[in-house]
């Protein structure tokens, strides 16, 4: 079992900056795929960015590249999302995921096996 929680959440302004944290315990994250996913109201969860297992190497929407990174620290078994210029659109919960069997990359939303409970992200124009 792997545990996640998220923070780092809040309300900002358009343009502004924000960094949310994934806190992970019971194993190593070193072995999955960690990925940031998004759910706006009344919309669906969706795809935000995923780091690789092994090398790290990311992987973002088109609605986030250039604006967002993610990254990795295994050895503090944690999953950093620095989001720059950050938009209204921005705004939702976001989640943090850990995958660790997957056929397809990035790995498709059912194949995350742990989920976090969730941290608000609020952009006001």
Same mark, same amino acid.
């Given at each position: 079992?792997?545990?996640?929680?998220?923070? &780092?959440?809040?309300?900002?302004?358009?343009?502004?900056?924000?960094?949310?944290?994934?806190? *992970?315990?019971?194993? +190593?994250?070193s072995t999955y795929?960690?990925?940031?996913?998004?759910?706006? $109201?009344? %919309?669906?969860?969706?795809? @935000?960015? @995923?780091?690789?297992?092994?090398? &790290?190497?990311? #992987? #973002?929407?088109?609605?986030? %590249? &250039?604006?967002? +990174?993610?990254?990795?620290?295994?050895? %503090?078994?944690?999953?950093?999302?620095?989001?720059?210029?950050?938009?209204?659109?921005?705004?939702? @919960?976001?989640y943090c995921a850990?995958? &660790?069997?997957?056929?397809?990359?990035? $790995?498709? *939303? $059912? *194949? #995350?096996? #742990?989920?976090? /409970?969730? +941290? /608000?992200?609020?952009v006001s124009s």
């Amino acid at each position: 079992q792997v545990q996640l929680v998220e923070s &780092g959440g809040g309300l900002v302004q358009a343009g502004d900056s924000l960094s949310l944290s994934c806190a *992970a315990s019971g194993r +190593t994250i070193s072995t999955y795929a960690m990925a940031w996913f998004r759910q706006a $109201p009344g %919309k669906e969860r969706e795809f @935000v960015a @995923v780091s690789r297992r092994g090398d &790290g190497r990311p #992987y #973002y929407a088109d609605s986030v %590249k &250039g604006r967002f +990174t993610i990254s990795r620290d295994n050895a %503090k078994n944690t999953v950093y999302l620095q989001m720059n210029n950050l938009k209204p659109e921005d705004t939702a @919960v976001y989640y943090c995921a850990a995958a &660790g069997v997957f056929s397809s990359w990035p $790995p498709p *939303a $059912p *194949a #995350y096996d #742990y989920w976090g /409970q969730g +941290t /608000q992200v609020t952009v006001s124009s």
